[in-house]
Nanobody, 123 residues
Framework: QVTLVESGGGLMQTGGSLRLSCTAS????????VAWFRQAPGKEREFVAGISRGGASTDYADSVKGRFTISTDNAKNTVYLQMNSLKPEDTAVYYC????????????????WGQGTQVTVSS
């Protein structure tokens, strides 16, 4: 059984930083593509950042480029999302997701999802 558990969310002021973690059980992250999505109240879930199998490449939404960094720790089977220079518009529930095959930034391509962690950025 595959389980993804996110952590690290919380309340932060504008300009602050948070690091989200996503730890997997039941699969080895290095063999899968991993992505972070977020969903703000009243909005659709959107792609934030992703890393391909083995960490060969990364991809970011334009809204977070230069501020967010996705990385992996294979020994811990964990993927991180370092979020710097946070803005109020970053407020959302953040989800990690994983899939095999090719990398995708389309949420319906992802089979396994975590439960989400809330990030709130105050102005």
């Amino acid at each position: 059984q595959v389980t993804l558990v996110e952590s690290g969310g919380g309340l932060m002021q504008t300009g602050g930083s948070l690091r989200l973690s996503c730890t997997a059980s039941g699969l080895t992250f290095s063999l899968y593509n991993v992505a972070w999505f977020r969903q703000a109240p009243g909005k659709e879930r959107e792609f934030v950042a992703g890393i391909s199998r083995g960490g060969a490449s990364t991809d970011y939404a334009d809204s977070v480029k230069g501020r967010f960094t996705i990385s992996t720790d294979n020994a811990k089977n964990t993927v991180y999302l370092q979020m710097n220079s946070l803005k109020p518009e970053d407020t959302a529930v953040y989800y990690c997701a994983t899939r095999g095959g090719y990398f995708s930034d389309y949420l319906r391509d992802y089979r396994y999802w975590g439960q989400g962690t809330q990030v709130t950025v105050s102005s």
